[in-house]
């Protein structure tokens, strides 16, 4: 195999590992919001069986609120690892492609807007976890 068909599959290779970059940075973001979440549940849940009255209702609520943040985040994690997934197969399809001299540009082009629809949703599913979580926040009594 020549160099040079080497050097043109790797330059091939470069947008699609920014894009991969960006879904790692995108994963630990969601990451980190999942961790949040997973901890104030644990505080209510722990203060949930001495809560009493309005505090039991208040918590109660706010469990749900976080169950459903939880599942957003999760879906939108499973979207952008689908995504990385992806990207990764349209990197290993050049390479191949490239190795066995077959053109691949077809289904690199279709896993490449498949990456894409899966990004999107995950930045979907984030945009929607973000408005539940500001939704559910009251600043100095106001709703």
């Known amino acids: ?38 901890d104030r549940a644990r505080i209510l849940g722990d203060r949930l069986p ?7 209702v208040r918590f109660r609520e706010e469990l749900q609120t976080l ?3 939880r599942r957003l985040v999760n879906f939108a994690i499973t979207a952008a690892v689908t995504s ?5 197969t349209i ?8 190795i066995l001299d077959v ?20 930045l979907l599913l984030f945009l929607r976890e973000i408005m539940m979580a500001v939704a559910s926040v009251k600043i100095g009594g106001l709703p």
Request: aromatic share 6%; hydrophobic share 60%.
């Open 103 to 122: 053109r691949v540009s077809g289904l690199a082009a279709v896993l490449f807007v498949a990456a894409m629809l899966a990004f999107i949703t995950a």
């Open 50 to 56: 001495t809560a009493t009255g309005t505090s039991l």
């Open 1 to 38: 195999m020549p160099v040079e068909s080497v050097a043109h599959t790797i330059q091939l290779s470069v947008a699609p590992v920014f894009l991969l970059t960006a879904l790692g940075t995108f994963m630990a973001v969601l990451s980190s919001r999942l961790v949040r979440i997973v």
């Open 67 to 69: 169950g459903r943040r």
């Open 91 to 98: 990197i290993g399809s050049l390479f191949v492609g490239s």
């Open 84 to 88: 990385a997934l992806l990207v990764c």
